[in-house]
């Protein structure tokens, strides 16, 4: 479980194609403070981490992961959003994020405004019903406040801070964003739709 707060930028180092994709992530954590077998929110994707170095740690991403994600996109040198997984106790200054992505978004707007920087998502279609106004998403692992919604597309507005502290500085129009749903809206519909089938 993480909270849409990016704690680090992460650089991918390497990928391997195995049974899996192998992929070697530098890192700013400390990793003698991380387990083999922790989670750690890339891009908003949970992973498991399978090795770990001085500055590095590695996990694999299987072929689901790859075709539902924007990971079958990564490449050496590209910067990647991380989050160490929710403790007991911690501060919850997002909202709830389980890491599990439920499609890709795509950036279709994008304009500065003051030190701002507001952009447009279209989202897929299945996915749409469950964005609204003033509601949350995570888009590649951070929690986002959804400014409006028109059909299919939303918008969210990005201040100057965030752009420094997660990777949202390096957008551009046509990038695929991962994007989970609030975990609240996808057990709204879902009760909705079982109550309705009585």
């Known amino acids: ?103 890709l978004a795509e950036v279709v707007a994008r304009h500065d405004e003051g030190d701002s920087t507001r952009l447009r998502f279209r989202a897929p279609d299945t996915l749409a019903g469950f964005i609204a106004p003033k509601g949350s998403v995570a888009l590649n692992g951070t929690s986002l406040t959804v400014n409006e919604v028109e059909g299919a597309e939303f918008g969210v507005n990005l201040i100057a801070h965030t752009k420094a502290v997660t990777t949202w500085g390096d957008v551009a129009l046509g990038d695929a964003i991962n994007l989970e749903i609030d975990t609240l809206a996808r057990y709204v519909a879902r009760l909705r739709d079982w109550a309705g089938a009585d």
């Open 1 to 103: 479980m993480f909270t849409g707060i990016i704690t680090d930028i992460g650089r991918i180092a390497a990928l391997e194609p195995r049974g899996d994709t192998r992929v070697r992530i530098a890192t700013g954590y400390d990793t003698g403070g991380i387990d083999i077998g922790a989670s750690i929110a890339c891009d908003g994707v949970c992973l498991t981490v399978v090795a770990l170095g001085d500055d590095w740690f590695e996990v694999d991403a299987s072929a689901e992961t790859l075709s539902k994600t924007n990971l079958g996109g990564w490449a050496p040198g590209r910067r990647i959003n991380l989050e160490r997984a929710l403790k007991v106790g911690d501060e919850l200054g997002g909202h709830i994020v389980s890491g599990h992505v439920d499609g």
